[in-house]
């Protein structure tokens, strides 16, 4: 298992000012990017940068939610709920109740596909890593283990074993961030950013 702690993530101001990203992990062929994990805290209503030809899954882990407003509607990002859309899509996003942080998972649909789930205690399962992909758990609240090993707020575990085990006591909460590789991107590198 590699493990990121949250305190180890590197803070890059926006360049419109209107808040601060933090890489997590990408996975790459050659120099080409096929996914990308990482937080943000947006401190004011803004324009989304457009990423025209990826698939976005934006979560808001903490704060108080917010409207993504496009040509065709809008669409709630509210507290731990995963939203899908196009990365093409122009927003302007509207925050409900102040600030807030979002976990964004980018991918390519031509490599790959992504899926965002929430698990929440109490509960023990076995977790693996697919055979073509990455999975990996980033954490709301508590203090949830892999392997008996304890994760912290906002941390975020990528499994390499065939088999681990997850546990979580009452009051934890992770997401579940799965891509599973398509056949003709086997070859995709996971790249894990930190200081």
Not at 51 to 78: N, P, Q
Not at 117 to 135: C, E, F, H, L, Y
Request: aromatic letters at 6%; proline letters at 5%; a neutral charge.
């Amino acid at each position: 298992m590699d493990l990121l702690r949250r305190c180890d993530l590197i803070e890059v101001p926006w360049k419109n000012g209107g808040g601060t990203t933090r890489e997590i992990a990408a996975g790459k062929i050659d120099e080409k990017t096929a996914w990308r994990l990482s937080r943000a805290d947006v401190d004011q209503d803004s324009a989304f940068s457009e990423f025209a030809g990826l698939t976005r899954i934006l979560t808001v882990v903490s704060g108080g939610g917010m409207v993504l407003k496009h040509a065709g509607g809008m669409l709630d990002a509210d507290l731990w709920r995963p939203v899908q859309f196009d990365g093409s899509l122009k927003i302007l996003s509207q925050l409900r109740d102040g600030p807030l942080t979002d976990l964004n998972l980018m991918f390519d649909p031509t490599n790959c596909v992504g899926e965002v789930v929430i698990n929440r205690g109490p509960s023990t399962m076995a977790v693996a890593s697919p055979k073509d992909g990455t999975n990996s758990f980033h954490v709301l609240s508590g203090k949830p283990s892999i392997n008996a090993t304890r994760l912290g707020l906002g941390d975020t575990a990528f499994v390499k074993a065939k088999k681990a085990i997850l546990h979580l006591d009452p009051g934890d909460a992770l997401l579940e961030i799965r891509l599973t590789y398509l056949p003709q991107s086997s070859a995709i590198k996971l790249c894990i950013v930190a200081r």
